[in-house]
């Protein structure tokens, strides 16, 4: 079989082994000395993610709501729109809570950076982090309207560049259709080339992450390096659950009115592909299949309310997005307060909006909150480690927070052959 032809996941899995075993081979032979050119290598990719930030996630939400059509969304955009948003925001609640409850950054009493090995000054990540802050909540609203959007950019400030490509994607999509679709031809123009910059970027990242973890891997244990990233692991698999098995069927319940473990049976197919391929996208026809057919949903509302799930909602990715954000903080020693765990909540709901349908948008997104915090990127690679499954696990609750969306809608709209018979 050509290598070149496995899946980014099985390279990615390779590549981790691979570094595991040279970096512990290099260890035993005492040539420790070559930490600094897999250093290098894990710094190359992670400095390609930066370059991707601020054009991608620019484009990519203007294109998302000019697309939307401005003030012709109607009453059933308006619901659907409404019912992600609140979704979303209960599930990175839900990952935020357990993640300050469990702390899986902090080992023995002390933050795992030093397990870890990483090389940032706690001190002078705490500090960037506190200017961050802007001193009280009214800050953050101030950094989401720059009074210089190429300042923003250049600086990192990335509220700002997602208030202000919300509002001009907002205002192309009122502009006369004549002259709107120069705008949204180039944006999209723009969006297409920069996702074809991420998969190419991306083609890089079992280098990176080769480099990432056998750098760790020379400078401690492993079994010491296993241990926080488990705990990460069962951190946001425990607060997935609660998002799919507790919150979302309260929804269905007392929301929706419909029968949970109906549902559950009507999207087992769309969920097992979910989970199979780890992707919304890849799994679409399915799931609307199983919202038309198996649960009863009109194509009217399906039709809809599905394709722009995949785009807008991502429940499963941004409760991911803020238990990683927060895990990297504890790992530093750093105490994110109201403030900062405020603005991770907000970057992530409005990052939600237009990457969440891109390859690896979580680590692309990750490391816009990351950066809105002023924390430093050094320890995404690390997150590769257990990423596979966890991938897996938060598209199938991507999926079925879109179909619980679809169902809900239908019960609002009238109808009446939702999940008859499921």
Known sequence: MNPLKLKLHW?????????????????????????????????????????????????SIVVAIAGLGGGGLGRLGGRALGFYAASSVAAILTGLLLVNWVQPGVVGGEPAGKVL?????????????????????????LRMVPANIVAAAAEGQMLGIIFFSILFGYFISRMEPSRRGTLE?????????????????????????????????LKTDLADLAGPLLRFSLVVLSALA??????????????????????????????????????????????????QDRAGVSNRVSSFSLPLG?????????????????????????ELGFTQQFTVVLTALLTSIGVAGIPSASF???????????????????????????????????????????????????????????
């Not at 390279?11 to 595991?20: F, N, P, R, S, T």
């Not at 990715?317 to 238990?323: I, N, P, S």
């Open 11 to 59: 390279q990615i899995l390779i590549a981790l082994v691979a570094g595991v075993l040279l970096a512990g081979a290099l260890k035993r032979l005492g040539l420790g000395g070559a930490e600094p050119f897999f250093g290098f290598l894990g710094q190359l990719f992670l400095n390609g993610l930066r370059m991707l930030i601020v054009p991608l996630i620019a484009s």
């Open 117 to 141: 090995n990483l090389e940032a000054n706690a001190d002078a990540v705490a500090e960037k982090v506190g200017e961050r802050s802007a001193g009280d909540l009214w800050g953050i609203f």
């Open 185 to 217: 031809g180039f944006f999209q123009g723009m969006y297409e080339v920069m996702l074809a910059l991420t998969r190419f970027i991306m083609l890089f990242a079992p280098i990176g992450v080769f480099g990432l973890v056998a750098r760790v891997v």
């Open 242 to 291: 609660l998002h799919f098995l507790v919150t979302m069927p309260l929804v269905l319940r007392f929301v929706a009115r419909v029968n949970p473990a109906a549902h559950y049976r009507a999207m087992a197919p769309a969920l097992l592909t979910a989970f199979s391929t780890a992707s919304s996208s890849a799994t679409l026809p399915v799931t609307m299949e199983c919202v």
């Open 310 to 334: 995949a785009t807008v909602n991502m429940d499963g990715t941004a409760l991911y997005e803020c238990v990683a954000a927060l895990f990297i903080a504890q790992a530093y020693g750093v």
């Open 364 to 422: 692309v997104a990750i490391a816009v909150i990351l950066g809105a915090v002023g924390l430093p990127l050094e320890a995404l690679g690390l997150l590769f480690v257990f990423d596979r499954i966890l991938d897996m696990c938060r598209t199938s609750v991507n999926v079925f927070g879109d179909s619980c969306c679809a169902v809900t809608l239908a019960k609002w709209e009238g109808e009446t052959g939702v999940l008859r018979g499921a």
